[in-house]
T-cell receptor, first 114, second 113 residues
């Protein structure tokens, strides 16, 4: 049973470009969470999605950031017009529909903005 | 809102015992989690407490006191590979459907020979 899969693992963008990060949850999991982690800091919640629905986006910046989890395919975190401050590790986690337990994390996507 | 505090760094000796504390303030409470994260890697689940008391799992134990808003992670027989960050996380209200965990900043543990 494959774990949470994220790609790309590393992404380099120039200021003003767009970054797209993808996350495929564990098989059987329908809840996806995105977190951002700056160097030497903790995980900051960004957004929580179920299939075709955004449940909680209270941690997501109002501008330039968006997320989706379509009926088919992976969840996508999209950052438009990236700035240097967007450089971070972006972790995706998933949980089963009926589970109120732990989140299972992917290996993360490390975004570097030049 | 939620606020989680844990020490930034700790150092301990191989073979010893170390206790990492975590205090939290939340609007509602539906569980406290501990994760381990090695540098550059994904966080991995260690333990979960929802009721008061001690949960033991091998060399790792976690304790919770809901009335005090307090938890600790106890690591016994420390090994060099235990050098990592340890993240305390809380799940707050879920009636709005929010099941995301709120994480503390993590405690970097350095195990020395």
């Amino acid at each position: 049973n494959a774990g949470v899969m994220q790609n790309p693992r590393h992404l380099v963008r120039r200021r003003g470009q767009e970054a797209r990060l993808r996350c495929s949850p564990m098989k059987g999991h329908s809840h996806v969470y995105w977190y951002r982690q700056l160097p030497e800091e903790g995980l900051k919640f960004m957004v929580y999605l179920q299939k075709e629905n955004i449940i909680d986006e209270s941690g997501m910046p109002k501008e330039r950031f968006s997320a989706e989890f379509p009926k088919e395919g992976p969840s996508i975190l999209r950052i438009q017009q990236v700035v240097r401050g967007d450089s971070a590790a972006y972790f995706c986690a998933s949980s089963p529909q009926e589970n109120t337990g732990e989140l299972f994390f992917g290996e993360g996507s490390r975004l570097t903005v030049l | 809102g939620q606020n989680i505090d844990q020490p930034t760094e700790m150092t301990a000796t191989e073979g010893a015992i170390v206790q990492i504390n975590c205090t939290y303030q939340t609007s509602g409470f539906n569980g406290l989690f501990w994760y381990q994260q090695h540098a550059g890697e994904a966080p991995t689940f260690l333990s979960y407490n929802v009721l008061d008391g001690l949960e033991e799992k091998g060399r790792f134990s976690s304790f919770l006191s809901r009335s005090k808003g307090y938890s600790y992670l106890l690591l016994k027989e420390l090994q060099m590979k235990d050098s990592a960050s340890y993240l305390c996380a809380v799940r707050g209200e879920t009636d709005t459907g929010r099941r995301a965990l709120t994480f503390g900043s993590g405690t970097r543990l350095q195990v020395q020979p």
